[in-house]
C-alpha cells in the first residue's frame, strides 16, 4: 500500500564557499504542478514544503536576466524530513554600490558619442575598459557594429580602496573600470560576446541567459577557447602579489607571460610584470586592470594552461636527427651550445598566439611546429650553422581557415605583425637584448614565423627554464604552488572551494543523461576517438553511470590522496575546482580487489565535481598528457593496462555512436 503521508523537505541554495544564495525566486514542481514557489530568504533557504516519499520533484530557478525560470534539479524524496543542499560550482558575489558624491540630479556616468573611424576597440582603450564590458553595459550583441552617432556609455570609475588598487569586477551589471591605464597594451577587436555558464543540476547548459546559481560573472564565447570567468574580487589586496616583491612564485608568474606583453622569467615583480598582468587581466579574464597578482589572477592562469594544452605540439619540438634522442647532450661546440631542452618561455608564448588567434578571429591557427631543437649532429646532417634552434627557438607554420595548406608569405608577415609584435611584445630581428626576436622574411622565413629568446641575458637563459616534457613545460598547478609558499589567503581570493566532505544523500544525483551532455561536449571539442575511450572508462569504472560514486561525484573513481582544492589529483586537468568530498564504502572493482588495494574497516573519500563534463574533460586531458596511454589510469603496470585495454575494446561506446 503506498505511504501518503507528508514529509517536510528543507532546501538551502549555496555557493562555491558555502555562501547563501539569497532573494532568488524559486518553484517546486511535482510534475507539472506547482507545489511551493516563492523567494530564498537570507540564509538561501527555500520555505518548508510537503512531499510524499518517493515523490520525484523538480526545482526551478529565475535566470538573472529576463523572467523565465530554470530547471537545476530533479530530486526524489528518500526519507522522512528530507534536508540538502544545492551547491554552486561558483561563488556569488556581493558587489559595493559606488558612493554617490555629487550634489542631487547630476548624472556621473561618462559617455562617448561615436565618430567616424571610432571602433568599440578604440573606444575601450581610450577610456581604460574592454570591449567586454562595453558590450555588455550597452547591450551590444556584435561588438563590430556600431554607427556613427551611436551614444556608448561608459563604465563608472570605482574609487580604489586605501592602500589597494582597484578591484576587480566582473559582474554583468556593475562592470567598471579600476582606472587609466597608461600607454596599455592593445585589445583584441573582437572579443566574443558573453554567453552563460550552466547550473549544477543539468551541468551542460550552453543557452543563452545567465544562471543565478552559476555566477554572477560572464562567460566568454564557447568558440573563442577562452575560459569561464569564474574569479571572486578581491576587495582586499593587501595579500596580492605587486611590484616590488620577489621569489619564486613570480618567477613562475612572469613565465606564463611571456606571451602576454613578452614577460621576461626574473623572481622579481617589475614594471613589466605588472604591465603583462594588466594585459592578462584586460585581454584573458576579461577583469579590470589592476596589475596585481591575486588568487583570480592565479586560477586564471591555470585555466589558461588547461585550455591551450601544447601535448601533441611539444613532441613536433624535438630533434629530428636520430642521434640525441631529442634534445642534444649538453655539448658546447664554439657558438654552438646544446642546452638541454626548450625554453620554457617559449611554450607559453605558443600558447599566447593561439589565444590571440582565436580572440582577434584573424582567420588562422597554429598547423605544425615546422622546426623545433636542432642539435649539432642535426646540423651536420644538413650542413648547417645555425644554432638558435639548440632549444632557444621554434619555427611554427599556420593555416588559414577553411584551408588545408600551410600559409604563405602574405599572411605570415601578417601574423607576425598583428599577432607576435602586437601582443606577444616581439621584435623584428636581434635589436634590443631581452626580447623575443623574429626572423624576417628576408632571413629566409617566408613559410613560417621564427621566434626565439637567444637575446635574453644569461640569467634568463640558465638550465632550469629549459624543459624535454609538456608536463614540465606546463608546471604544476601555480594555485598549489601558492599554498605551497604559505601564501593561502593569496589563493583563497580566488574561489578556491574548502575541503567539504558531503554526506551521501544531500546532494544532487549525477545519471545517464549528464553524462550524454558531457560526451556530446567531448565529441566536439576532442574528437571521436577520445569520447569513445572516455565513455568506455566510464561506463567500466561506473558500471554504465549507475554506481554510488559516479551518482554522486561525477567521475570514474577518482579517490583523495592529497590537500584541497585537488585532492592529489592534477590540477592542470580540472576546468574547474572539485567542489569536496564524499565519502563511502570501496568497490571490487575490475581488479576485484578496489582501486589501490581495497579498505573494508572504513569509508574512503572520493573527489567530488560539479558536473560529470568536469570529470570528463579530466580524463580526455589525461588521455592526451600521457601520450594516448589512457590505461594508466588504471596501472602503471604495463601486464595492467594491457588488461584494461581489452576490457575496454569489449565495451560499446553507445553514446558516442549515436552522435553524428
Not at 451 to 463: G, H, I, N, T
Request: with cysteine; proline share 4%.
Amino acid at each position: 500500500m503506498a505511504d501518503n503521508t507528508q514529509h517536510d523537505v528543507s532546501v538551502t541554495l549555496v555557493d562555491l564557499l558555502s555562501s547563501p544564495i539569497k532573494s532568488l525566486k524559486y518553484e517546486i514542481k511535482k510534475q507539472a504542478t506547482v507545489i511551493a514557489a516563492g523567494v530564498t530568504n537570507a540564509k538561501g533557504e527555500l520555505a518548508k514544503f510537503a512531499a510524499n516519499l518517493d515523490d520525484e520533484l523538480q526545482i526551478y530557478v529565475q535566470r538573472l536576466e529576463g523572467t523565465d525560470m530554470k530547471l537545476i534539479k530533479n530530486v526524489r524524496v528518500t526519507q522522512e524530513n528530507l534536508a540538502f543542499k544545492l551547491r554552486s560550482s561558483k561563488v556569488m558575489l556581493d558587489v559595493d554600490l559606488v558612493k554617490h558624491e555629487g550634489d542631487k540630479g547630476v548624472y556621473k556616468r561618462k559617455t562617448h558619442i561615436v565618430k567616424s573611424g571610432d571602433t568599440l576597440d578604440s573606444i575601450a582603450r581610450k577610456n581604460g575598459t574592454t570591449v567586454r564590458q562595453l558590450a555588455t553595459l550597452n547591450h551590444i550583441k556584435n561588438a563590430n557594429s556600431i554607427s556613427v552617432g551611436q551614444v556608448i556609455k561608459l563604465p563608472v570609475p570605482q574609487p580604489a580602496s586605501t592602500g589597494a588598487a582597484a578591484t576587480p569586477q566582473a559582474t554583468p551589471k556593475a562592470s567598471q573600470s579600476a582606472g587609466q591605464n597608461v600607454n596599455p597594451a592593445p585589445t583584441p577587436s573582437a572579443v566574443p560576446a558573453a554567453g552563460a555558464a550552466g547550473a549544477p543540476a543539468s551541468q551542460n547548459d550552453a543557452k543563452a541567459g545567465a544562471d543565478p546559481l552559476q555566477a554572477l560573472n560572464q562567460d566568454r564565447s564557447a568558440n573563442s577557447g577562452s575560459p569561464k570567468a569564474e574569479l571572486q574580487v578581491c576587495k582586499d589586496q593587501s595579500n596580492c602579489i605587486k611590484k616590488g616583491d620577489k621569489g619564486p612564485l613570480i618567477e613562475e608568474i612572469n613565465i606564463r607571460l611571456a606571451g602576454f606583453g613578452g614577460a621576461l622569467p626574473t623572481d622579481e615583480f617589475t614594471d613589466l610584470t605588472e604591465k603583462c598582468i594588466k594585459q592578462f587581466q584586460r585581454d584573458y579574464m576579461g577583469a579590470s586592470e589592476t596589475g596585481r597578482a591575486c588568487g583570480g589572477v592565479l586560477k586564471a592562469l591555470d585555466e589558461f594552461m588547461t585550455s591551450y594544452p601544447i601535448a601533441s605540439r611539444f613532441s613536433q619540438m624535438k630533434c629530428k636527427c636520430n642521434v640525441c634522442g631529442g634534445f642534444g647532450s649538453g655539448r658546447i661546440q664554439g657558438n654552438a651550445h646544446e642546452y638541454p631542452g626548450i625554453h620554457r618561455s617559449l611554450v607559453w608564448a605558443l600558447r599566447a598566439a593561439e589565444f590571440y588567434l582565436k580572440e582577434t578571429k584573424l582567420g588562422y591557427s597554429v598547423f605544425t611546429i615546422s622546426s623545433g631543437y636542432r642539435c649539432i649532429d642535426d646540423n651536420l646532417q644538413h650542413s648547417r650553422t645555425s644554432v638558435n634552434h639548440m632549444g632557444r627557438a621554434l619555427d611554427v607554420q599556420f593555416v588559414k581557415d577553411g584551408e588545408t595548406s600551410r600559409t604563405g608569405n602574405a599572411g605570415i608577415e601578417k601574423i607576425r605583425e598583428d599577432i607576435f609584435v602586437k601582443y606577444l611584445g616581439a621584435q623584428h630581428r636581434w635589436v634590443n637584448h631581452n626580447k623575443i626576436s623574429l626572423e624576417a622574411t628576408s632571413d629566409g622565413a617566408t613559410t613560417w614565423v621564427h621566434y626565439d629568446v637567444r637575446e635574453y641575458q644569461a640569467s634568463y637563459q640558465l638550465d632550469k627554464f629549459f624543459v624535454q616534457s609538456a608536463a614540465d613545460a606546463n608546471g604544476e598547478s601555480i594555485v598549489d604552488l601558492a599554498k605551497k609558499q604559505g601564501k593561502t589567503q593569496l589563493a583563497a581570493c580566488g574561489g578556491i572551494p574548502k575541503d567539504v566532505v558531503q554526506p551521501e544523500g544531500q546532494e544532487h544525483e549525477f545519471n545517464e543523461n549528464d553524462a550524454k551532455e558531457a560526451l556530446r561536449y567531448i565529441y566536439d571539442k576532442y574528437g571521436k576517438d577520445t569520447a569513445e575511450v572516455v565513455e568506455r572508462m566510464y561506463r567500466v569504472e561506473t558500471a554504465h553511470f549507475k554506481s554510488k560514486q559516479y551518482r554522486h561525484c561525477g567521475t570514474p573513481g577518482m579517490e583523495a590522496h592529497g590537500s584541497p582544492p585537488y585532492y592529489g589529483w592534477n590540477g592542470s586537468y580540472f576546468s574547474e575546482a572539485p567542489t569536496g568530498l564524499w565519502a563511502a564504502f570501496e568497490g571490487a572493482g575490475l581488479s576485484g580487489a578496489g582501486g589501490n588495494a581495497q579498505v573494508t574497516d572504513k569509508k574512503k573519500q572520493f573527489v567530488k565535481l560539479s558536473s560529470v563534463k568536469v570529470g570528463m574533460e579530466y580524463v580526455a586531458k589525461y588521455k592526451d598528457g600521457h601520450d594516448g596511454n589512457y590505461a594508466r589510469w588504471f596501472s602503471t603496470d604495463e601486464t595492467k593496462q594491457a588488461l584494461y585495454r581489452k576490457t575496454l575494446a569489449t565495451v560499446v561506446p553507445r553514446i558516442v555512436n549515436s552522435f553524428k
